[in-house]
């Protein structure tokens, strides 16, 4: 879990300044990123499966971030 959370740290930099004065899309990021690792955490917890936790690790930050973060 710990390589996750440190490979997110260091990809997302970025996220948390926002593009344009006034926008929200920088703090939607990192919003989502824990959000993101709570829920994953959360399956990992609960099914203590290593295949069930690769697959939330896939398929939980598509969904946050392909179809739920805000266009901008």
Sequence with gaps: MGWFLGSLSVLLPAAAFAEEHGGY?????????????ILIYGVHDAFHNKKVTIGAAIVIPVILFGFLLPKG
């Design 25 to 37: 899309k920088g703090i939607a990021h990192i919003y989502f990123t824990f959000i993101g690792v």
